[in-house]
């Protein structure tokens, strides 16, 4: 197959082991060739101009902008841009904002071989994928309400081992106001304390531990 | 109306691998019944669900705005409401738009679920069927895969009625545009239907495959003569 007619592939991650592995993957497909690899959000703005990759791999979890942002910036400046998110990150709540986002993809750095190239194909040819473990989890908790700004940031400080009066202090609220936030959170998680609160929002993306 | 004789399943290495063949093939297996060999693709027809039949890649067409679940039933109840996806806007059902869902949880038996958009019910033409079936095949093609089962609409009634005929000739028409113009082979291609519905469907399929060679040979010619 000519150059240029193959899927050319942009990686986003600041891990060069990762990049490494995805290049070893995809360069044993005659259709696939990587075009560029970045290690921030910041330089796969400058490299998307210079080589226009028909996809993008992207991490969320990188220094500097991270990948939602990158991919809002990309989306913005390319409406066009086929991007795949290619993570850690298993939760709902990450998943949902990067395909807010513009992001046609969602996969898993635990993802098999098979399942990153048929990502890639099927997002070129104009599709969107998801691992059918996050489509469930996006399911079951799509009508579940999300956590406000500072209903996040509130719990947060509780998962950093903050009580309510610290909490209170560090926000300039009071200890009732900040009881009346965990009770809010605890409704909308569907849990009884404050320690399965913080668990299930970290599992689901809503905050980083 | 073509005709397949009852026996046992004869399939020929590499028949109609330039074409279409509707003779030459003949099977009566329990809950499958063959409807011709398109491009080295063994069509067929089988009563089994989507969310049960074993094959590389299970297709659930859907229809934008449908709030019944459909074809997608059983896949619901598996996956969790692929509803809240359509609220989410994952999954629009608009023609064309697909979403494919890798390494779905058991009982699902096929390695992947793809779901492609039929447009809006009351629209639907034979062009726009015709569209949606390419767009399956590019993604089957892409994928590499093998064994395709295939449902789309209510599941229940869908290919026996009269109108259904242009409709599934379509798909045919469709799945030839691209399987005529790709070196990879896909062996098998499974339209799933509900048990009553088997022969009837099969039936109906047989005729719009007939009618599907006869335009696929034309266009060909004209194809040629431009």
Redesign the interface.
Known sequence: MKQADRIGILIVDDHPMLREGVRAVVETQSDLTIVGEAASGEAAMALFEEHRPDVVLMDLQMPGMGGVAAIEALRRSHPKARIVVLTTYSGDVQA?QA?RAGAAGY?LKS??RK?LL??I??V??????????I??S???N??SDALTARETEVLTLAAAGNSNRQIGRRLGLSEDTIKGYMKVINSKLGVSDRTHAVTIAARRGMISL | MLHFPSGPIVREEGEGAGGMAVDGEVARADGVRPIGVLHGCALEVLADSLWQVDADLAVAGVYEHDTEPGVLGGLERV???????R??E?LKGTL??????????AP?RAG???IVGLGDESSVTAESVRRAAT?TA??VV??QVGHVASAWGRGDGVGISDGALPHLSAVVGGIESVLGTTTHRVHRWSFLTVAKDLDQFAERFRTAFALASHQGRYQLKDDRAS
């Open positions: 949902m395909l996969l993802a098999l399942e048929d990502t194909r099927s070129h040819a104009g599709g969107r994928h998801l691992s059918a473990d489509a469930t996006i399911a079951l799509a009508p | 996956l969790g409401g692929l509803a809240a996806l609220s989410a994952l064309g738009d697909t979403l494919l869902l890798s390494r779905p949880p699902i992947a679920v793809l767009v590019d993604q892409r994928m």
